[in-house]
């Protein structure tokens, strides 16, 4: 299985409106080159299976800012079962880390099924750790979280922006692999788009200058938390 282990990186997220992604994109899309994953229109679609606790614990912890956290997902691309991805990002304060590994399809569906004896004997830590949540904690799949992406790369400092269009949530739904269940947008009171800038070390400074005359709020909240609005729970 292949196994990529992304050191401890800067990350912001801001919400933004179509004037300012307009904006946004003609500026970043001048200084940095296109994701080569993305198609003619540089956009790619992704479907992430994200899992909690019984108790939420990843959702709570969110919500009432804690500054080491952490998210258990699944990932695939263009609704295709070729490249699923098991993920586990972790936060520190403003830096991430995430752990990715590639798996099969039928260790997913025994995962989406809450059934983690797939995992037992594996000896990379991230299948352990899943193991261990889903068997004392009662890790299980919650929420399917939909969007385009639309992203642009730099050399330096690994500087990676992502507009994360169109997001949808799956309600109820976990079947990941089904390209016809319902989905809805979180944002049916403000159509908000979503901006992402990761980087290393450093940002470096014009790309700063580019970033700032848009304008953008930042955000706190998360693309999972937003699709996990329609459960009834307190947020």
Same mark, same amino acid.
């Given at each position: ?7 401890? =990186? ?14 946004? =994109? ?17 956009? %790619? ?46 936060? %520190? ?63 330096? $400092? ?9 997001? =949808? ?64 729970? $307190?947020?």
């Amino acid at each position: 299985m292949e196994i990529t282990h992304i050191p401890l =990186r800067h990350e912001f997220k801001y919400h933004i409106n179509q004037g300012e992604l307009q904006y946004l =994109r003609g500026v970043i899309g001048a200084l940095l080159r296109r994701d080569e994953n993305g198609d003619e229109h540089n956009e %790619y679609h992704i479907r992430s299976l994200y899992f909690d606790t019984i108790r939420n614990d990843a959702l709570n912890e969110k919500i009432a800012g804690y500054d080491r956290r952490k998210k258990y997902r699944m990932r695939i691309y263009k609704l295709s079962d070729s490249n699923i991805r098991l993920e586990c990002k972790s936060k %520190y304060n403003d830096l991430i880390s995430k752990q990715s590994i590639k798996i099969p399809r039928d260790l997913a569906e025994q995962l989406i099924a809450g059934d983690p004896s797939g995992l037992q004997f594996m000896r990379h830590p991230l299948f352990h750790d899943m193991y261990q949540e889903m068997r004392l904690n009662l890790l299980r799949p919650v929420v399917i979280v939909d969007y385009i992406r639309e992203a642009y790369i730099h050399e330096a $400092e690994d500087v990676r922006i992502t507009f994360d269009k169109q997001l =949808r949530t799956g309600l109820n739904s976990v079947d990941m692999f089904n390209p016809h269940i319902p989905t809805v947008s979180p944002f049916y009171d403000c159509p908000w788009e979503v901006l992402e800038v990761k980087y290393n070390r450093f940002l470096p400074t014009y790309i700063q200058a580019a970033l700032s005359g848009a304008g953008a709020l930042r955000s706190a909240v998360s693309k999972y938390v937003w699709c996990r609005r329609f459960e009834g729970l $307190e947020f």
